[in-house]
């Protein structure tokens, strides 16, 4: 099995940017489709963005389509999320997810994934 553990969250104002990292251990990262997703109090948890394992190909929420970009390096076992433009609505705890996956999809369903990290808080102030 694979452990994940988030970092980069923080404080940050409107329009600033934050990178969010997720480091992976325990297997071979290069196996696992990845997702970020993120669960604001009161709300249920949300999809922002998936990677498929070589990292060619991405799929993006709506809500942040344009703002956020989703990366992955499969040397270093890390997946990141570069958040730009970021906006008082995108505070939230962010999670990484991953599912070991013999093909290369994207997956936008939590619960197509079956590890997650601990979660790092995101706050965006106006």
């Known amino acids: 099995q694979v452990q994940l553990a988030e970092s980069g969250g923080g404080l940050v104002q409107a329009g600033g940017s934050l990178r969010l990292s997720c480091a992976a251990s325990g297997h071979t990262f290069s196996n696992y489709a990845m997702g970020w997703f993120r669960q604001a109090p009161g709300k249920e948890r949300e999809f922002i963005a998936s990677?498929?394992?070589?990292?060619?190909?991405?799929t993006y929420a709506d809500s942040v389509k344009g703002r956020f970009t989703i990366s992955r390096d499969n040397a270093k076992n890390t997946m990141y999320l570069q958040m730009n433009s970021l906006k008082p609505e995108d505070t939230a705890v962010y999670y990484c997810?991953?599912?070991?996956?013999?093909?290369?999809?994207?997956?936008?369903?939590?619960?197509?994934?079956?590890?997650w990290g601990q979660g790092t808080q995101v706050t965006v102030s106006s």
């Open positions: 997810a991953g599912k070991y996956c013999s093909t290369y999809g994207c997956y936008r369903r939590s619960t197509f994934y079956n590890y």
């Open positions: 990677i498929n394992r070589s990292g060619d190909s991405t």
